[in-house]
């Protein structure tokens, strides 16, 4: 039947308190909250970048990592956090370009603003935008210059992209120390298929508060920090020429018995010797170890104070609860296979070195394996005045390791400094003028936006962008050999920043047009957003979807379902579930017979 008044009845969906909007309004707040994240990066880029120090109320952090203030910022707005996923992204796969790629996403939306506030549809833009990232991204690949992995200009390749990458660090001024460092460690891994795979779990970074900066130095093996050790550790050697090593995921300690544990004896006797079977135990196994000619014992559980003295009267070195990480490390380097028990083990099981030594570094003591056959692992240890810059050293150090492993992977390097960026952007609007309708204008929008990385370069420095963008624009359209100039951050000028050895791995620079533009296409494709409430009531998660208030969506079905047995159980004597009987008290201690 119609309604007489002519009006449709109103219809909730959703729960009250449910914020929602949509059309071109709620698209352009989007692209308003994104700027505001790009805000909060902007001035860490490049070398003259500034510092940001984050404080969540237990720890400080100061950083100018992208991708490390874009995680301590906890971004709530939902569509902002996609480039928090970017940014991360970046750093996963290439380690560099993490404030660079979020800056050229949210200039790409802020090009892309104008047209959407005229009435196109978001559609055309995704497309185009996904068609100038494509050209962009076959640019960088044809502007590459690859290098050959046994020219001896290979090496250099790896230290001008290390020392490029450590250029916006707190550490940029000591390169000359960590770029060998870094090529050194990296290096080592390519000798193996897959071993540029697991760069994280073959080369260790360990800190050590105190000292200077310049006493920072590479093991070509394995160090850790001396693990907790027991009475007897003082007696032990603590240093090996050639030693036979061997490694366990086994307990070497006396336990206590489990907690209501019942042995029932006839005589004194049979107690004593239920006590010498324990120790027999815990004594097969340190025989064992030591029969099988090891001269150091490393285990990932604890080795007691019994085990300890026992290997210090025999001339072994032991460690017990040593991370899995540095385990693994040393298995790699030695050879040693980690063993679960301690029965039936023999030579081959057993790994070695040239050297194990335990060293004191600062304040602390470290075990240290060199001359190792697998020559894979490596161990950067990083000295520094405060936990903070040593904390940002290792993430330097790290974005500086992935820079060098995309550069052995690609064997292909482009210019830095806002070059690339420069000539990409010039083919791209030559390629706009060959296009018809609104596609012409959204490429060179596309071409505009990649002009931000020189730009916030110059304004991060003190510059003015205007006169050396207009510069570098000149450059790079007259001059057939102007493909590689960007800003020159020392002078205030322009330069050729190849020849300067300003390098960057291409992957860098590709997988960074193609992640801004694949997030700003997400931002782009959203034509409704809703947020719901949290919801007031911690149990209502519980109830029975649908079920109306003070029904059966207040108690869970398996409540009900177990008051009803527990009535049937009592009234039987006894309770077979969880509670207990009427008139029975709950009573703990050793059951007897």
């Known amino acids: 039947m119609q309604n007489p008044y002519g009006m449709r009845p109103g219809i909730i969906l959703l729960r009250e308190g449910t914020d929602t909007s949509q059309g071109k309004a709620q698209l352009i707040s989007n692209i308003n909250a994104c700027q505001a994240i790009s805000d909060a990066v902007r001035t860490t880029l ?157 080369i260790a970074i360990k800190k050590i508060p105190g000292g200077d900066v310049r006493q920072s130095f590479l093991v070509k093996g394995v160090a850790f920090k001396k693990t907790f050790s027991y009475a007897g550790f003082e007696q032990m050697t603590k240093s090996f020429n050639n030693p036979k090593v061997l490694l366990l995921n086994v307990e070497l300690e006396l336990k206590n018995e489990k907690e209501n544990a019942e042995v029932r004896i006839e005589n004194p006797e049979e ?61 790699k380097a030695t050879g040693a296979s980690i063993q679960t028990s301690t029965n039936g083990m023999y030579d081959g099981v057993l790994g070695t070195c040239e050297k194990f030594e335990e060293k004191r ?108 963008l207009s510069a570098l624009r000149r450059k790079h359209a007259q001059d057939e050999d102007g493909k590689w100039y960007g800003v020159d951050i020392e002078n205030g000028d322009i330069m050729d920043t190849f020849e300067a050895g300003v390098w960057e791995p291409t992957d860098n620079k590709s997988n960074s047009f193609a992640s801004a533009a694949e997030a700003a296409n997400v931002i782009l494709s959203i034509d409704e957003t809703v947020i719901n409430p949290r919801s007031q009531d911690p149990g209502a998660q519980t109830g029975m979807m649908g079920a109306p208030q003070g029904g059966m969506g207040q108690k869970p079905l398996s409540n009900m379902m177990g008051g009803a047995m527990d009535a049937v159980n009592a009234a039987k004597g006894g309770s077979r579930s969880g509670n207990l009987g009427n008139g029975v008290s709950y009573l703990k201690g050793r059951g007897g017979g």
Not at 130 to 158: G, I, N, W
Request: aromatic share 6%.
């Open 46 to 202: 490049g070398p003259r970048g500034m510092d940001k120090l984050v404080s969540n109320g237990r720890t400080v952090t100061i950083s100018n990592d992208g991708a490390t203030i874009m995680k301590l910022l906890e971004v709530e707005h939902p569509a902002a956090k996609t480039l928090v996923d970017i940014s991360m992204s970046q750093d996963a796969e290439v380690g560099d370009g993490t404030t660079s790629v979020v800056l050229l996403a949210v200039e790409i939306l802020k090009q892309m603003k104008p047209f959407i506030e005229e009435g196109v549809h978001p559609q055309i833009l995704i497309r185009n935008v996904r068609t100038a990232a494509e050209l962009a991204v076959r640019k960088v690949h044809e502007l590459q210059v690859t290098f050959d992995v046994d020219s001896p200009d290979f090496r250099d390749m790896l230290l001008k992209t290390a020392s490029t990458a450590l250029n916006s660090k707190l550490i940029a001024s000591h390169q000359d120390l960590f770029a060998p460092m870094i090529v050194d460690a990296v290096t080592s891994l390519s000798s193996h298929p897959d071993g540029l795979d697991d760069l994280k779990g073959m």
């Open 271 to 331: 107690y004593q010797s239920i006590v010498d079977a324990e120790w027999q135990v815990i004594y097969d196994k340190l025989d064992a170890c030591v029969q099988c000619g090891a001269n150091i014992v490393l285990s990932k559980l604890p080795i007691g104070d019994l085990a300890t003295q026992y290997f210090a009267d025999r001339g072994l070195f032991c460690a017990g609860r040593v991370e899995e990480g540095d385990m693994k490390r040393v298995a």
């Open 361 to 468: 570094m600062g304040d602390e003591a470290f075990n240290v394996f060199t001359g190792c056959p697998c020559s894979l692992t490596s161990t950067m240890v990083l000295r520094g005045g405060t936990e903070q810059f040593i904390a940002e050293s290792e993430r330097s150090v790290h974005d500086s390791l992935m820079v060098v492993k995309r550069s052995l992977k690609s064997q292909s390097v482009v210019a830095g400094g806002g070059a690339v960026e420069l000539e990409v952007a010039k083919y791209l609007r030559e390629y706009a003028l060959t296009i018809e309708g609104k596609g012409q204008l959204i490429v060179g929008a596309f071409a505009k936006a990649l002009e931000i990385v020189p730009r916030q370069l110059c304004d991060n420095a003190g510059f003015d962008p205007n006169d050396i």
